[in-house]
């Protein structure tokens, strides 16, 4: 059964920080891997989403790498600012499964 | 931009009574889903349909919690009776095929129930 996790949990920064977003998965079979950004209150809105042959996705200051092997893929963002302020998920999508499943999300607050 | 809309956006009801969502996906998806996000929590998967067939209910809690898609299209999830631990927000998310993602999932703006 799949198992994402996202580290920390939680994570505040002062703004123009460089920072990195953890995700672990224990099933290594995936049909890609999707980041989602969710602001308080609201739906989830798609960042990037890679296929399992690729290593990487960028948009704008974003960048998602995929580990297929390590069962890692990690969210980095460059440049942080106040209005980066959200809770990012991860979510993996199991080959045969026909479902994502989601990591807890990491809660991300930039202060100005 | 295309969207997947739901409606409503907030929902408060009293124990024991009866609620529901409705989805419209974007058009010409095939699938729809239904999760369930806990505060704190990642969403969880309740029920997927491919066209109008369920293709996965097993978390769905069918004792209070029924979905139907009856044209294909939109989908509407009922909750009777509503119990506290129901509050929660409930995302509809759509895609092309189940069985090939690969431009993976849009979500709606979700409806936020609380049950008091």
């Known amino acids: 059964k799949q198992e994402v996790t996202q580290i920390p949990a939680a994570l505040s920064v002062p703004e123009g920080e460089n920072l990195v977003l953890n995700c672990s998965f224990t099933d290594s079979a995936i049909y890609n891997l999707q980041w989602f950004r969710q602001d308080p209150g609201k739906g989830l809105t798609s960042l990037l989403l890679?296929?399992?042959?690729?290593r990487e996705q960028t948009s704008g200051r974003l960048n998602a790498s995929l580990d297929k092997s390590s069962g890692r893929s990690t969210l980095y963002i460059a440049a942080s600012q106040p209005g980066d302020s959200a809770t990012y998920l991860c979510?993996?999508?199991?080959?045969?499964?026909?479902?994502?499943?989601f990591g807890t999300g990491t809660r991300l607050k930039v202060l100005a | 931009e295309a969207e997947v809309a739901q409606s409503p956006r907030y929902k408060i009801t009293e124990k024991s009574q009866a609620v529901a969502f409705w989805c419209d996906p974007i058009s010409g998806h095939a699938t729809l889903y239904w999760y369930r996000q806990i505060l704190g929590q990642g969403p969880e998967l309740l029920v997927q349909?491919?066209?109008?067939?369920?293709?996965?209910d097993s978390q769905l809690p069918k004792d209070r919690f029924s979905a139907e898609r009856l044209k294909g299209v939109d989908s509407t999830l009922k909750i009777q009776p509503a119990e506290l631990g129901d509050s929660a927000m409930y995302l509809c998310a759509s895609s092309l095929n189940e069985a090939t993602p690969v431009y993976g999932y849009t979500f709606g703006s979700g409806t936020r129930l609380t049950v008091v």
């Open positions: 349909f491919q066209d109008e067939s369920v293709v996965d």
């Open positions: 890679i296929q399992s042959s690729q």
């Open positions: 979510a993996v999508h199991t080959s045969g499964t026909y479902k994502y499943i």
